[in-house]
């Protein structure tokens, strides 16, 4: 569709449409890819009012949003069954007032939500999540290794469906490329960037372990870029081994700084990453957080591949390291036996591979 006449249709919003609900829950990167796509229906329809429902640890997340936008985390445990779902539904509707619904998740949860909604006569959209590419994609044998369409391509097909297809202008968290995150709120994790300086991002690890860089491996990668006094490590992750993992390399090497353990919060971890030359993340939700304040990321990949429509926001294919094999991928999410037993996809990186394309975004 030409550029004019895709513009006109926003204008018209054909179904009339005021207040829509949008709903995704589950994992911290499915939630941050919806970020690019939230923002441009909100600027493609400034008199619609949309509501993203999703967890309420995900809120803080949404940070320099649109003034039609607002996110509703919510308390899962809070709304347990069909009878919880349906008093949240009816929250819902008696707040926001809804007129549609689009479910950016597909899952039995939210099934029940867009059947109270068809119950209610409140248009409803789906999510495709194309799960007959994936199995093909990530079966033992006779692959079928071709990319499959993105999330964030997925999520913009529901709005589409409901009649309000988006046009992608969303720049970043700060705006166009280049704006930063004020240093101030990060000033409790570490004093602004000093001329000179190289920073550098580095998020080892990711829920499974088909997603994981041997940490050995990747304490070489640290050991390296310590060696340069201009260069400034700044390691994120969470949860107790990874904590004791990162810190133990923060108090080994110089310029080494551990964001483990500490709860520093979205917007003070947002702004630090838009201030970073790269970061270094597995395919997880650091990567996708890079990504949303316009930082180039190496990213690593092993059991999964960008093929299952996963990578970064406007993250280039060069600096993508993973190893042309056959049996990758074997899994959509990381979290499947290695066909091999060894996990070699990750094992079989070497460092050096990865300092090359760290190299290629740090000043000279």
């Not at 549609?100 to 409803?124: E, S």
């Not at 799960?131 to 999520?155: D, N």
């Not at 970064?312 to 094999?325: C, S, Y």
Request: hydrophobic share 40%.
């Amino acid at each position: 569709m030409a550029a004019d006449s895709l513009s006109q249709q926003m204008i018209n919003n054909p179904r009339g449409l005021h207040n829509v609900l949008v709903a995704r829950f589950s994992a911290l990167g499915d939630v941050a890819m919806t970020i690019p796509v939230l923002y441009s229906v909100c600027a493609c329809y400034p008199d619609v009012r949309f509501t993203l429902l999703t967890r309420s640890g995900m809120v803080g997340m949404f940070i320099n949003r649109p003034p039609n936008l607002d996110v509703e985390g919510v308390d899962l445990e809070q709304y347990n069954g069909v009878r919880g779902l349906w008093r949240l539904f009816g929250e819902m509707r008696r707040k926001y007032r809804i007129d549609a619904f689009a479910d950016l998740h597909g899952v039995l949860r939210t099934g029940l939500l867009r059947g109270f909604a068809r119950l209610n006569g409140i248009p409803v959209a789906v999510i495709n999540k194309g799960r007959k590419g994936k199995r093909a994609l990530t079966r033992s044998g006779s692959k079928v290794l071709l990319p499959l369409v993105s999330s964030r391509a997925r999520y913009r097909q529901v709005f589409h469906a409901l009649g309000l297809p988006v046009e992608s202008s969303f720049e970043g968290l700060y705006g166009p490329a280049g704006a930063k995150g004020n240093p101030a709120d990060f000033d409790t994790i570490t004093a602004p960037k000093a001329p000179g300086e190289r920073w550098i991002g580095i998020a080892p690890f990711a829920k499974h372990p088909g997603k994981i860089y041997p940490p050995e491996l990747m304490e070489e990668v640290v050991s390296a870029l310590t060696a340069d006094t201009r260069n400034r490590i700044f390691l994120f992750g969470g949860g107790e081994e990874e904590k004791r993992t990162l810190g133990a390399w923060a108090d080994k090497y110089p310029n080494v700084c551990s964001l483990a353990g500490v709860k520093s919060g979205f917007k003070a971890e947002l702004a630090l990453m838009s201030w970073l030359d790269v970061m270094v993340s597995m395919d997880s939700a650091n990567m996708h957080l890079a990504s949303l304040v316009a930082t180039p990321v190496v990213s690593i990949w092993g059991a999964t591949h960008p093929y299952c429509g996963f990578k970064g926001w406007r993250q280039a294919e060069a600096d993508i390291v993973q190893l042309p094999m056959t049996c990758r991928p074997c899994s959509v999410f990381g979290n499947k036996p290695c066909f091999r037993g060894d996990y070699y996809c990750l094992r079989g990186i070497p460092p050096q591979l990865i300092l090359d394309r760290v190299a290629h975004h740090l000043p000279e």
